[in-house]
């Protein structure tokens, strides 16, 4: 944890620098020349909640039990608050929450499924254009939770398992401002529209499944080991948010 | 949009439908479940054709199976294991008709298992032809080559050669050859007149030519391959077949010998079968029936002219046995060898004197149709008829027996010691109340107490389902009870044998007791195995031949409350 502790607080650091260079207001105004500093036209309010659909493309050949093409699609939703603005900048942390599920049948007998919830953390640095939204970099450290099963006719209840893992996703994005656009310092309702592409990473595992069986069942049997699983690749994340 | 953002948009495109992956055919084919389970003493073998593997199953402690993937070529053929089991020959067409570079030659892959590390491993030999059949050496293992034989079978490509062979030595590695250096393996073409192998025996260890001392020419020791075709016998000189062209206009090996059973000069041909070679290697005797005459065909291979290509020749002896034969042996009486021939349309057997074919008629309680020498394992143990002195010295002792359906004709000793000078005192009839199907050897065991024994099995449809366990000493024949008609398999140790059904109704039988142990699998059985374990102990496999493959495993020395299923076999990671 203490390399992702580091990204979090040097993120905001190394916006709060460059913010610094770029729009400062000078250290002594002339009294001819006073007038407030211009706000930083952010267009959005402290919190913000997105709904989204994230497709990732595992590699990992563990993997191809489940899915026919490599693709694995999940529900997303977020929240997060901003924690710290300095000019252009901001920077917001947040919990995030996907689920996906992909199915296929083994050797065209067996049907094998797998569920992929994950629980992240997000901390995402924002660079604001205006009315021309923001963009991001997120990292998001936290657990998968994988369920793994596959139903065989031999055995007396399905094969399975469960775990949880370490997950930790990196990616960048960009947030289009929908509606209102106008109105830049007002703090009301807004509407977004982001994409954001980048990689997932999930801790891999054995897949050694076990039948299901009730404790103290008298059928001794043995599981099957379909080789290891890294549920990692790219993802793109497109959502929709609510900021307020 | 400009070029660069386009730029952008393809290449993030371009990456994501690469990084959408096809699953590998392991775990999209469908699994074949027809034929491809075969029992090694230390393992049961899966071929999984789609996959291009074979995955050995091996036991160990706890019921629990350990497994192994072996490559083997495209397209699974057929597969034997060795008569020591130790060993699997899985044959394949590789990819016909090629097309590219990359298309693969047939194959014969060997997985053997070594009988005292239980490892497992493999070797493969390119062929120039697909072929659908393997002869196995049945001395494997105990002569200093072993041999395989690929040959063609019925159902073939678009276009084959169905007299091609190819004779693999195994116990060399594979290899191209040279000019001067045969390749291994070796495919050659046998000389039809228009016939096609149907049958291919091995001969053992000869002596060749027979009364090569007499002749006053040399003899070495020979392995010869017979080649039944469906009109003659062809003569492959083994020893001699990765021998060096003799001249430019010859190729490796010496020529096959033809011996035709047709003129030519009529439109009616005779098949040969049930071919059979003296065991005696100095006699260098082969004799064989047809399926459209009465006669017994003797051969003994003799000294050949000096101009031909094989050092022997077969002199062929004609004996007409009054009706056609079913089975044939050659047998050692107290007149000396003959052949005997089973006639089931006169209930008879006929000696055959090999060289005179002064014949011996032999009155049977029954036609039976088969005949198995049992001298072995009676040895001089065995007793005389009607338990009288033990025959003479050197004679042999056949179990005869009857497939006919419907026949229960029971089982008869032919005791072949007073056989010329009182023949009907050499038959003994134990009563079977059902016709036979087949008879099982029981291996040679671990206690010599049970090397006597036979397993008979009846036909299926018949009264009830027994099976009987025959004991040639004590000349007895104790039935075992069944609901159903039970499949029957014999442990390799010889200690015990197992009967199941397909259902999940599975019984052990121990030979010192015959009392059947039942036992319930927990999946479906399509055939069991008794395996050693690779740590120690015995495991019963009874393999559940659908879907992905799955197998109840049983202690089976003591089965009972031992059972663990092991599931979704042909799913597990290579």
């Given at each position: ?10 993120f ?6 460059s913010?610094g260079a770029q ?8 009294p ?7 706000p ?6 402290n ?16 993997y191809q ?7 694995f ?9 901003t ?5 252009r900048f ?13 199915s ?13 919830q ?13 009315r021309w939204?923001?963009?991001?970099l ?15 006719a031999?055995?007396?209840?399905p ?6 893992l ?9 947030a289009?401002?929908?509606?209102p656009?106008?109105a830049?310092?007002k703090?009301?309702?807004r ?12 801790a ?20 099957v080991d ?8 790219g ?7 609510v900021?307020? | ?8 948009l393809?290449?993030v495109l371009?990456v994501?439908?690469a ?16 034929n ?20 050995l199953?091996?036991?160990?402690s706890g ?14 053929q ?34 053997q298992?070594d ?20 002869a ?8 200093k080559?072993?041999y ?21 030595d ?6 191209l ?7 291994n393996?070796i ?9 096609t192998p ?12 027979a ?10 020791n020979?392995r010869?391959l017979?080649i039944?075709?469906?009109i003659d016998?062809s003569?492959?000189?083994l ?17 096959e010998i033809t011996?035709?059973?047709t003129?030519?000069?009529?439109a009616?041909s005779l ?13 260098g005797?082969f004799?064989?029936?047809?399926n459209?005459?009465?006669n017994?065909y ?8 000096a101009?031909?290509p ?5 002199q062929i ?22 052949v ?33 020498l ?13 338990g ?8 042999d ?15 008869a ?5 007073t ?9 003994e ?13 029981v291996?040679?065991p671990?206690r ?5 024994l036979?397993?008979?099995?009846t036909?299926?449809g018949?009264?009830g389902?027994?099976?009987y ?5 004590a000349r ?5 009870h069944?609901t ?5 398999s014999?442990s390799?140790d010889?200690l ?12 052990q ?19 069991v195995?008794d ?14 031949a ?18 663990r299923?092991?599931?979704?076999l042909l799913l597990?990671?290579?």
């Amino acid at each position: 944890m203490k390399p992702l502790a580091i990204v979090a607080f040097a993120f905001p650091a190394a916006f709060a620098a460059s913010a610094g260079a770029q729009s400062a207001p000078p250290s002594s105004p002339t009294p001819e020349s006073a007038e407030l500093p211009r706000p930083v036209d952010r267009r959005e309010g402290n919190w913000r909640l997105e709904v989204g659909y994230r497709g990732s493309f595992v590699s990992d050949s563990g993997y191809q039990p489940f899915s026919s093409n490599g693709y694995f699609p999940e529900f997303s939703m977020a929240a997060s608050h901003t924690l710290l603005e300095d000019g252009r900048f901001s920077f917001a942390g947040g919990l995030a929450w996907d689920v996906g599920s992909s199915s296929s049948e083994v050797r065209q007998v067996d049907p094998a499924s797998l569920v992929m919830q994950r629980f992240t953390v997000t901390l995402e640095g924002r660079i604001h254009f205006g009315r021309w939204g923001y963009a991001y970099l997120r990292a998001a450290p936290g657990a998968a939770w994988e369920k793994v099963e596959v139903d065989d006719a031999a055995s007396p209840a399905p094969l399975e398992k469960t775990n949880w893992l370490f997950a930790t996703d990196l990616s960048a994005g960009y947030a289009c401002l929908l509606w209102p656009r106008d109105a830049a310092s007002k703090v009301e309702p807004r509407f977004w529209l982001q994409g954001e592409g980048g990689y997932g990473w999930v801790a891999g595992q054995e897949l050694t499944l076990e039948p299901a069986l009730p404790s103290g069942s008298p059928v001794q049997t043995t599981g099957v080991d379909l080789g290891a699983l890294a549920m990692q690749g790219g993802f793109f994340r497109v959502a929709t948010a609510v900021s307020f | 949009m400009s070029a660069s953002r386009r730029c952008l948009l393809g290449g993030v495109l371009a990456v994501s439908l690469a990084a959408c992956t096809t699953p590998a055919p392991i775990w999209t084919t469908p699994i074949a479940t027809s034929n491809v389970t075969y029992g090694l003493a230390d393992g049961v073998a899966v071929v999984d054709d789609a996959n291009h593997r074979v995955v050995l199953l091996q036991g160990k402690s706890g019921q629990v199976l350990v497994q192994q993937s072996f490559t083997i070529g495209h397209n699974f053929q057929s597969a034997a294991v060795s008569p020591d089991l130790s060993t699997l020959f899985v044959l394949s067409s590789g990819d016909q008709p090629a097309q590219t570079s990359q298309d693969q030659q047939p194959s014969l892959t060997v997985i053997q298992v070594d009988s005292s590390s239980r490892r497992p491993s493999s070797q493969t030999y390119w062929m120039p032809d697909p072929l659908s059949n393997l002869a196995i050496d049945p001395l494997w293992g105990m002569t200093k080559h072993n041999y395989v034989v690929a040959w063609s079978g019925s159902d073939t490509a678009f276009a084959e050669n169905p007299n091609e062979i190819v004779i693999f030595d195994v116990s060399r590695p594979y290899s191209l050859g040279s000019a001067s250096v045969a390749p291994n393996p070796i495919a050659r073409n046998i000389r039809s007149f228009g016939g096609t192998p149907q049958q291919l025996v091995y001969s053992p260890v000869l002596n060749l030519p027979a009364n090569a001392a007499s002749a006053g020419v040399p003899s070495s020791n020979r392995r010869l391959l017979f080649i039944e075709t469906n009109i003659d016998v062809s003569i492959v000189d083994l020893t001699h077949a990765f021998d060096p062209p003799t001249s430019t206009t010859t190729t490796f090996g010496r020529k096959e010998i033809t011996v035709q059973l047709t003129s030519g000069s009529g439109a009616s041909s005779l098949s040969p079968m049930g071919l059979v070679v003296d065991q005696t290697p100095e006699d260098g005797r082969f004799a064989f029936f047809t399926n459209g005459d009465t006669n017994v065909y003797s051969l003994q291979l003799l000294p050949a002219p000096a101009s031909s290509p094989n050092d022997f020749l077969p002199q062929i002896n004609l004996t007409d046995v009054g009706g056609s034969p079913s089975d044939i042996q050659f047998v050692r009486t107290d007149a000396g060898l003959r052949v005997a021939a089973l006639v089931p349309s006169t209930s008879s057997a006929v000696l055959v004197e090999p060289d005179t074919s002064e014949t011996t008629p032999v009155n049977l309680s029954a036609p039976f149709t088969n005949m198995t020498l049992v001298t072995n394992v009676l040895g001089a143990s065995a007793s005389g008829p009607d338990g009288g002195a033990p025959p003479p010295p050197n004679t042999d002792v056949a179990l005869l027996w009857s497939t006919e359906t419907g026949v229960a004709a029971g089982v008869a000793l032919w005791t072949l010691g007073t056989t010329v000078g009182q023949p009907y005192r050499s038959i003994e009839v134990l009563t079977v109340a059902e016709p036979i199907q087949t008879v099982l050897d029981v291996p040679p065991p671990l206690r010599m107490a049970y090397s006597t024994l036979k397993v008979l099995a009846t036909q299926t449809g018949g009264v009830g389902g027994d099976f009987y366990v025959l004991d040639l000493l004590a000349r007895t024949a104790s039935p075992i009870h069944t609901t159903t008609s039970p499949l029957l398999s014999i442990s390799p140790d010889g200690l015990r044998m197992w009967a199941y059904d397909q259902s999940t109704d599975l019984a052990q039988i121990d030979f010192d007791t015959l009392n059947p142990l039942p036992l319930t699998s927990q999946t479906p059985i399509s055939v069991v195995y008794d395996i050693q374990n690779v740590d120690h102990g015995r495991s019963l496999v009874a393999i559940d031949a659908q879907s992905t493959f799955a197998a109840t495993v049983f202690d089976a020395i003591s089965p009972q409350a031992t059972a663990r299923t092991n599931v979704a076999l042909l799913l597990e990671a290579p």
